[in-house]
Every structure is written in C-alpha cells, then in structure tokens.
C-alpha cells in the first residue's frame, strides 16, 4: 500500500518545513515593512492589525511544526543515533526563525496598533 510513516519520513518532514519557515519568517518581516504610514487613516490601520496577528501566527506556527516533527522522529522507533542529533539539530535550528517571527511578527502588530491611535496630523499618541 503505501510506506509506513517512520522516523526517516518525519525527519524530511522536519527539514522541509525548516526550509518553509525561512520564507514564512520572510512573510512576516514584509508585512511589518510601512514605506510611509501616516499616509494612511486611522480606519486602514485598525483593519491591519488582525491581518498582522494572522500573518504573525502562521510565521510562528511553521518552525514549531519543524520542531514538534523533528522531536516526533527522534523519538520514533527503531532509534538511530544519526537521527537523534539530527532531529536535535534541526529543532535547534528551527527556533531561530521562530524567535525571529515572533519578534518581527510583535513589532508589526505593535506597529499598526500605534497607528491606529493615530487621530490626525500633527496629533501623535502619548
């Protein structure tokens, strides 16, 4: 029928997501980048904001799929000595662009969170 889902299968599983995880913590750098942002209203940015937390989760959701499936084929029997630092490696890894995400992915919301309070010109929140 089909392969048995072993600790080799869940292991190209881990490195491909951590391949996919550099382009999602690239998704989440490019929805915080405002050229100029009080060109905007206030309205544009109050509407931004749960676009941004969406954005910022799925950021953040890829690397810890990369490294819940790299534990997942460490722990995977039969047990490979090869496999278990590599899963460790990959887990260790997959939390740079996970910090990364969440960082940029706070300052994005944070962003439009700040120019939601915007009222108009020349009038900044305090």
Request: avoid cysteine; charge should be neutral; proline fraction near 8%.
């Amino acid at each position: 029928m089909g392969k048995r889902l072993d600790g080799g299968v869940l292991m190209v599983f881990a490195v491909t997501l951590l391949f996919l995880s550099v382009l999602s913590t690239f998704m989440v750098f490019g929805s915080g980048f405002d050229w100029d942002p009080d060109d905007y209203p206030p309205g544009y940015w109050k509407a931004e904001i749960p676009k941004r937390q969406w954005i910022m989760a799925i950021g953040i959701a890829v690397p810890a799929a990369s490294m819940a499936t790299a534990a997942a084929s460490m722990f995977a029997l039969p047990r490979r000595p090869v496999r278990i630092i590599a899963g460790g490696l990959v887990s260790v890894l997959a939390l740079v662009p996970f910090v990364v995400s969440w960082y940029l992915g706070d300052d994005a919301v944070g962003t439009a969170q700040y120019w939601a309070a915007y009222t108009g010109p020349g009038s900044y929140p305090r």
